[in-house]
C-alpha cells in the first residue's frame, strides 16, 4: 500500500515551460488536493477535486489547471511556468469531502524550480 | 491578518523535556483540529485529530482545543531527538468540504 505517490520528485523548469505534476493514490479516496508550500507561507491549496468529475479553485489558482484523470489519479499542469511558481507542492486525499473525516493523507512532494 | 497564526519557532529544547506548541485562530467556525508532523524534505504527516474542545491523547502527545480562547495545543512529553521537525496546525469547518486551513508550522529541534 503505497498511500500517496508524486512525480517526479525534483524538476527545474526555464520560464515560460510547461509540465505536468503527476499524484496517484491507492486507498479509494474520494477526495483529492494539490497544495503549494512557501517559507513563511505555511501549505495553501491550489485546486481540489472533491470526488470523480468535479474540480474546484482553493486560494491560490492562478497559473494553475488540474485534471482528475480517474479516481485514483489528480494530476497538476503548470502551462506557462514562472518564477513565482518556485515552490513544493504536495497532493493528498482523504475518504471524502464531507462528514466527520477531515483528515487528508499526503504525497512525498515535488520540488519545482523555475529559472 | 491571516486566520491561523503559528510561531515559526525554531525552538530548540533539551532532550526529555515537555514541548509545548501552539495555535491561535480567528474563525469561530472551525470545528476540526489536526496536528501534522513534517520532516524535512517530506510530506506532512497526521499526528493529532479532534473534534471541537477538549483533550485528546495519544502516547507522548497530547492535544487541547480550547474553542472558547480560540487556542489550540500540542504537547510532547519526555521528547525524543526523533521528534525534531516541523510542526503544523490544521483546522477545518463543519460542513466545507475536506479544506484543511493550516498554520505556517513551528519548527522544532531536539537536542541530546
Known amino acids: 500500500n503505497a498511500g500517496v505517490t508524486q512525480t517526479p520528485k525534483f524538476q527545474v523548469l526555464k520560464t515560460g515551460q510547461s509540465m505536468t505534476l503527476q499524484c496517484a493514490q491507492d486507498?479509494?479516496?474520494?477526495?483529492m488536493y494539490w497544495y503549494r508550500q512557501d517559507p513563511g507561507m505555511g501549505l495553501r491549496l491550489i485546486y481540489y477535486?472533491?470526488?470523480?468529475?468535479?474540480?474546484d479553485k482553493g486560494e491560490v489558482p492562478n497559473g494553475y489547471n488540474v485534471s482528475r484523470l480517474n479516481k485514483r489519479e489528480f494530476s497538476l499542469r503548470l502551462e506557462s511556468a514562472a518564477p513565482s511558481q518556485t515552490s513544493v507542492y504536495f497532493c493528498?486525499?482523504?475518504?471524502?469531502?464531507?462528514?466527520?473525516?477531515?483528515?487528508?493523507?499526503f504525497g512525498p512532494g515535488t520540488r519545482l524550480l523555475v529559472l | 491578518q491571516k486566520e491561523v497564526e503559528q510561531d515559526p519557532g525554531p525552538l530548540s529544547v533539551p532532550e526529555g523535556a515537555i514541548v509545548s506548541l501552539n495555535c491561535t485562530y480567528s474563525?469561530?467556525?472551525?470545528?476540526?483540529f489536526m496536528w501534522y508532523r513534517q520532516y524535512s524534505r517530506k510530506g506532512p504527516e497526521l499526528l493529532m485529530y479532534?473534534?471541537?474542545?477538549g483533550n485528546k491523547e495519544d502516547g507522548r502527545f497530547t492535544a487541547q482545543v480550547d474553542k472558547s480562547s480560540k487556542y489550540i495545543s500540542l504537547f510532547i512529553r519526555d521528547s525524543q531527538p526523533s521528534d525534531s521537525a516541523t510542526y503544523l496546525c490544521?483546522?477545518?469547518?463543519?460542513?466545507?468540504?475536506?479544506?484543511?486551513?493550516f498554520g505556517t508550522g513551528t519548527q522544532l529541534k531536539v537536542e541530546l
Open positions: 493528498a486525499s482523504s475518504p471524502q469531502a464531507s462528514g466527520s473525516s477531515k483528515t487528508q493523507y
Open positions: 486507498m479509494n479516496h474520494n477526495s
Open positions: 477535486s472533491a470526488s470523480e468529475g468535479t474540480t
Open positions: 474563525n469561530s467556525a472551525f470545528q476540526y
Open positions: 479532534t473534534y471541537s474542545s
Open positions: 490544521a483546522m477545518s469547518l463543519t460542513g466545507g468540504g475536506n479544506k484543511l486551513t
